[in-house]
């Protein structure tokens, strides 16, 4: 039987339910939080707009930070449990650990294990441009190490999001080993995602940076939790002598929504 014998609707409807459905959406956009949709197409996503003082005066050198799904920077402070509890094993095998704590404002450690003396090399890469920020090489016997990076998201001048650490490892008898994780950074104190520029206008391009589905998340070394980054961001707008304004939204596939954002004066 003919499925088209039971289609009762008109041709085009469904382009008329998509046409009605975009407009919806961006008939609730501009009533909810005064955003419209503004400039699109393929790759592009995020927000543009103006930043200004409570006058209507476009502000320059305005710094927007993307804290993803987190309304706050990251916290960096850090246990030393897991270390005097990895102390005590009698022996250790090859493995690379989540970073201690992840995401991080400024510090964090990296924390692996060797079962022989081996020549190590630790780098951590960029998965947006390939390059390599920071690299470490060294001999290390048999033990638990955890490698202190102290203050390396304002030294390295690492932006917020994804980078990638990695071990490599080759014992003095030949064996090796290879592994690698995800750190995040999240911070709003280091290089911003854009900058208004003289007349107070900013274009936050959420497509352009390399986004992962989920943090794997730890404060305390022991525990991981997986958090999914969604479309629901948060930005952080941010100049010397200003009140800091935050500023939550929803974000879409290949549309830019416009967002004027006012920035308070200091008193």
Not at 61 to 85: K, N, Q
Not at 121 to 130: C, V, Y
Not at 179 to 203: C, H, K, W
Not at 210 to 238: A, H, K, N, Q, R
Request: aromatic share 12%; glycine share 6%.
């Amino acid at each position: 039987m003919n499925h088209s014998e039971f289609d009762t609707r008109p041709r085009g409807f469904p382009a008329v339910e998509v046409v009605c459905l975009i407009g919806s959406l961006l008939l609730a956009l501009s009533c909810n939080d005064d955003s419209i949709m503004v400039t699109g197409g393929p790759g592009r996503s995020g927000l543009a707009g103006r930043v200004m003082n409570a006058a209507g005066r476009g502000l320059d050198s305005v710094r927007v930070y993307c804290l993803f799904t987190w309304p706050s920077p990251a916290d960096s402070s850090t246990t030393s449990g897991f270390v005097a509890s990895a102390a005590e094993r009698d022996t250790f095998a090859f493995e690379l650990f989540q970073n201690l704590p992840n995401p991080f404002a400024q510090s964090t450690f990296i924390r692996f294990s060797l079962p022989r003396d081996c020549r190590i090399r630790i780098t951590i890469s960029d998965p947006i441009d390939l390059s390599t920020k920071y690299t470490r090489t060294g001999t290390y016997l048999q033990g638990f190490y955890q490698v202190p990076l102290l203050r390396i998201v304002d030294s390295l001048q690492l932006r917020n999001g994804r980078y990638v650490y990695r071990l490599e490892a080759t014992s003095v008898d030949g064996l090796r080993y290879a592994a690698s994780r995800e750190m995040f950074v999240l911070s709003t104190t280091n290089v911003p995602a854009a900058t208004t520029d003289i007349s107070g206008y900013y274009q936050f391009d959420y497509a352009r940076l390399e986004v992962p589905d989920t943090v794997m998340t730890t404060t305390d070394g022991y525990y991981l939790t997986p958090v999914p980054l969604t479309s629901d961001v948060y930005l952080v707008f941010s100049k010397n002598g200003y009140q800091q304004q935050l500023v939550e939204t929803t974000l879409f596939p290949n549309l830019v929504i416009q967002r004027d954002v006012v920035l308070s004066e200091v008193r």
